[in-house]
Structure formats: C-alpha cells, structure tokens
Nanobody, 114 residues
Framework: VQLVESGGGLVQPGGSLRLSCAASGFTFNTYVMSWHRQAPGKGREMVARIRNSGTTANYADSVKGRFTISRDNTKNTVYLQMNSLKPEDTAVYYC????????WGQGTQVTVSS
C-alpha cells in the first residue's frame, strides 16, 4: 500500500497550491479519502474529507471557501486545491485513506510566507 503526496512548496500569502495524493495497493474507490495537516508544535487536524463516490465533502471551518477536495477514481488520486493561502496554513499535509484499514502518506510540506 502506498499513498504518495506531491505539490507542496513555498507560496506567498494569497497564493494557491494544488496537492495530489496517488494511491496504490488497495481498492481506492471503496475508501474515504481525506487531507490532514500538522503545524509545528500542534496536533494533526483534519482539513477536508471526501466520500468514496466523490459526491460528498466536508471541510474544517478554517479552510471552508478556500480549499477544495476532489478525487479521480480512474486515476486513484485525490487532490486538494488550496486558494487564498494564509501563513497559518503552513504545515505538513498528509493524505489518509480510511475504510476497514487506515493508511497514511509520508506528508508534503506547505509553507506560506512572504
């Protein structure tokens, strides 16, 4: 099983980034996918979650209206489009797959700074 995140980096406040998470080794379209983040000195928090069908998504209040989660079950990939980024969005972002099992990616760093 692998979850490989990509797309992180350094961006100025107000900018955008698109994270991707490529999955393999399990039946992707049966798993709820989510993005979580962990800032230095803080606990891990759920940012966005999408059902296996892709029809329902939930967001943390702190990112509503700025972030959009989506998935492509033909490519076994989940995305996180992040717009209007703020310095407080700086964190390591992790991809998670949940069903009977619980899988995590290795994380990708997002830094929002001028």
């Amino acid at each position: 099983v692998q979850l490989v995140e990509s797309g992180g980096g350094l961006v100025q406040p107000g900018g955008s980034l698109r994270l991707s998470c490529a999955a393999s080794g399990f039946t992707f379209n049966t798993y709820v996918m989510s993005w979580h983040r962990q800032a230095p000195g803080k606990g891990r928090e759920m940012v966005a979650r999408i059902r296996n069908s892709g029809t329902t998504a939930n967001y943390a209040d702190s990112v509503k209206g700025r972030f959009t989660i989506s998935r492509d079950n033909t490519k076994n990939t989940v995305y996180l489009q992040m717009n209007s980024l703020k310095p407080e969005d700086t964190a390591v972002y992790y991809c998670n797959a949940w069903n009977v099992n619980d899988y995590w990616g290795q994380g990708t760093q997002v830094t929002v700074s001028s």
